[in-house]
Nanobody
Framework: QVHLVESGGGLMQAGGSLSLSCAAS????????MAWFRQAPGKDREFVVA????????YYADSVKGRFTASRDNARNMVYLQMNSLKPEDTAVYFC?????????????????WGQGTQVTVSS
């Protein structure tokens, strides 16, 4: 059975940092590109970053580029998201997701597996 479990969310002041983790199990982790998405209340799910299954350079949404850093550990079946210089508009539920492809995509409908999400709230 596939499980993606996010952790590390919480409340932070603007300008602060948070680190998210996603633990994967039940599938061949190294074969899947991993991504982070987020969803704010009343808004569509939004792409944040994808980390290619090869471990190559992640690609980021413009809204987080230069502030967020994603990585993966194929030996531990983990994916991480370091979020710095947080802004109130980063407030959302953050999800990790997996897709069987080299690079993933911006489109959440292409992703096969999803976690339950973790809340990130940034106060001004």
């Amino acid at each position: 059975q596939v499980h993606l479990v996010e952790s590390g969310g919480g409340l932070m002041q603007a300008g602060g940092s948070l680190s998210l983790s996603c633990a994967a199990s039940g599938y061949t982790f190294r074969m899947y590109t991993m991504a982070w998405f987020r969803q704010a209340p009343g808004k569509d799910r939004e792409f944040v970053v994808a980390v290619p299954r090869s471990g190559g350079s992640p690609y980021y949404a413009d809204s987080v580029k230069g502030r967020f850093t994603a990585s993966r550990d194929n030996a531990r079946n983990m994916v991480y998201l370091q979020m710095n210089s947080l802004k109130p508009e980063d407030t959302a539920v953050y999800f990790c997701a997996a897709v069987l492809s080299d690079y993933g995509s911006w489109d959440p409908t292409t992703y096969k597996y999803w976690g339950q999400g973790t809340q990130v709230t940034v106060s001004s």
